[in-house]
């Protein structure tokens, strides 16, 4: 246990006062007397050790490097040389630092208010919500939601990139949800910036200064790197050109999900065609920590994006849709190119297909959670569903229940996040023609 300490000499001369007095009181026998003259001697020690040696307002502070951190960045942010810095904790100026490393700072004066880089982006910490950084730089989470892609909602996760856009900086119109001013790219693993610049149709040079970059090679799994001036690879609808495929279902609702997390039920909804409700559906699924299972979580979680109140997976949705009498197929764990056979030619039975993805088709990396019974499960930060309802030689149109709108995603993207959940989907089966 350790010795409780006080903040001032006044406070340890008062309780060595405090002893003699009532110690004094209730005996004065010799013997008790020298033990409250040896308590008084060690108080003593303690206001001396306060006289020789106060606390230096110089004193260097220590920081906590966190992901995606450099000594540039870190000496940027103290407003230190990188030298110096480099020298204070006697490691080279190119040195590596690591997630966890504690540097100190040689001018011990920690910033009055939480830095960005000079291209304004912040690194998540543990603990961060868009609430507290919103405040901390004093702007609102609106605006941070905004300039990153990410619904007002959102959790965040540990090493992610925020852009913090200027408090003062107007905007020349309303953001649209839909149609987000920038892209925000996660690094996947084995992912390097040529080839994520090759993807984009930009350059690694360009991406480098938008994000601050020390280096274009310097980026890690789970890194949120804005794409500069890019634009989606996948077309919208009205720029497709014609195809020989050429699919789209009919008397297929859209709708909105009730529930923060309930894009599966109302996703399934959707397909159903006005079969069952939401509600409904909602009322008979099982609940499970594993989404394999059941219903993972609250439906109604504060929070988006999470892995705690998470939602439920083809195989526990189906459960509920045999609960209901509506008849459906998974499609699970298949090659990709199975996968899209299947979809498509269910596409052309007719027959609306739930799909997991990511929210708005974002870039994520998927974690493996242990589950009660042990098992590890692979859960996706962002984990979302929507109803395909059409496809054709560029990609496929689906039912987003999020804000219910209708989305397009190239095959190539569609790939790629379809990758995220094995290939998931639920295929219901009605009796509409």
Known sequence: MRPKTFDSPARAGGLCAFVVANSFARLSTAKFQARVGKLCAFVAAILIAFTVSPASADSPTTHTVAWGETLYSIARMYGVPPQSLASANNISLNSWVYAGTRLLIPSGNAPAVASTTPSGYYTVRAGDTLFSIASRFGTTVDTISSANNLPANGVLYVGWTLKIPSANQPTSQPLSRNKPTSITHIVQPGEYLALIALHYGTTTQA???????????????????????????????????????????????????????????????????????????????????????????????????????????????????????????????????????????????????????????????????????????????????????????????????????????????????????????????????
């Open 207 to 433: 991406i480098a200064y938008a994000n601050n970059l020390a280096a274009d090679w310097m980026i890690y799994a789970t890194q949120r790197l804005s794409i500069p001036t890019a634009s989606s690879k996948s077309p919208t609808p009205s720029t497709i050109a014609p195809t020989s495929l050429n699919l789209r279902l009919t008397n297929v609702p859209l709708l909105q999900q009730k529930q923060t997390l309930t894009c599966e039920e109302a996703s399934a909804a959707m397909a159903a065609r006005g079969a069952i409700t939401e509600n409904q559906l909602v009322a008979v699924m099982p609940r499970s920590d594993n989404p394999f299972n059941g219903i993972r979580g609250s439906t109604n979680s504060p929070y988006f994006g999470g892995l705690y109140d998470y939602g439920v997976y083809a195989q526990g949705l189906q459960k509920g849709l045999t609960a209901l009498n509506i008849r459906s197929q998974i499609l699970y764990g298949q090659s990709f190119d199975d996968f899209k056979g299947a979809v498509v030619n269910h596409l052309r039975a007719n027959h609306p297909i739930v799909w997991w993805h990511t929210w708005q088709d974002s870039y994520q990396v998927p974690v493996m959670v242990k589950m009660s019974d042990g098992k590890l499960v692979k859960l996706v930060p962002y984990e979302h569903a929507g109803t395909i309802v059409g496809a054709n030689d560029s990609g496929v149109t689906y039912h987003d229940p999020y804000d219910a709108t209708v989305r397009f995603i190239s095959w190539a993207d569609f790939r790629r996040v379809s990758s995220y959940f094995d290939n998931m989907a639920l295929v219901v089966i009605t009796n509409d023609k």
